[in-house]
């Protein structure tokens, strides 16, 4: 089972900046953050991950609260390609194991 | 980043019929591969993990006479779907992570739409 909780669904405006929430309250020490989206009809895209300090990549950045138990991954200027489905996924360090999927959060970029 | 790549990207065939889906990692290598299927509006399901030289593992309600994988190298998984039903329709998925390595990203493949009819 997904060990994340995330809202089923969220619209942002062309341009703006779209914050999409994840809880984790149960993460443990050794687990990251990962966010993947999934366009319709293609396979999911890694878009970023951490552990405990904030990440920022060319596509976007992660804040990670100071207990761990929620973050929030920032995409600063949403463009209508971002509409997609956004997946909080957390996994422990250790070990090759696979990502479990919940249900995600669906972005509507809005023009 | 990494490239997976699976094929064919869409396929449709009859009830009673099988089809082999490929996974391929074009530039590294991949001694486990994973394999998730997708139903409409619904998220990945992990379906069973690939492990190169060796049977793969399958998640629980997850046939594995009907769902045969196949790591005959660090750079190949196949799926085959035996006797495939309406039912079996879905998105099927793969992904891979570079060599052994426990960390880091997990790269996915385009996914292949299987229709049964």
């Known amino acids: 089972d997904a060990k994340t909780t995330q809202p089923t669904s969220m619209d942002c405006a062309e341009g703006r900046a779209a914050n999409l929430p994840c809880n984790h309250s149960?993460?443990?020490?050794?687990?990251?953050v990962y966010w993947y989206r999934q366009i319709h009809s293609q396979g999911p895209q890694y878009i970023i991950h951490?552990?405990?300090n904030n990440e920022t990549n060319e596509m976007a950045s992660l804040i990670i609260t100071e207990d761990r138990k929620s973050s929030t991954l920032i995409l600063p200027h949403a463009t209508l390609r971002d509409t997609a489905v956004y997946y909080c996924?957390?996994?422990?360090?250790?070990?090759?194991?696979?990502?479990?999927f919940g249900k995600g959060t669906r972005l509507s970029v809005i023009a | 980043g990494a490239v997976v790549s699976q094929h064919p990207s869409w396929v449709i065939c009859k009830s009673g019929t099988s089809v082999k889906i490929e996974c391929r990692s074009l530039d590294f290598q991949a001694t486990t591969m994973f394999w998730y299927r997708q139903f409409p509006k619904q998220s990945l399901m992990l379906m069973a993990t690939s492990n190169e030289g060796s049977k793969a593992t399958y998640e629980q309600g997850v046939e594995k006479d009907k769902f045969l994988i196949n790591h005959a190298s660090l750079t190949l998984s196949t799926l085959t779907v035996t006797s495939a039903h309406p039912e079996d329709s879905s998105f099927y998925i793969c992904?891979?992570?570079?060599?052994?390595?426990?960390?880091?990203?997990?790269?996915f493949g385009e996914g292949s739409r299987l229709t049964v009819l």
């Open positions: 149960t993460i443990s020490g050794n687990e990251y």
């Open positions: 992904s891979a992570r570079p060599g052994t390595g426990v960390t880091g990203e997990l790269f």
């Open positions: 951490g552990l405990k």
């Open positions: 996924i957390v996994r422990p360090n250790s070990g090759n194991t696979p990502l479990v």
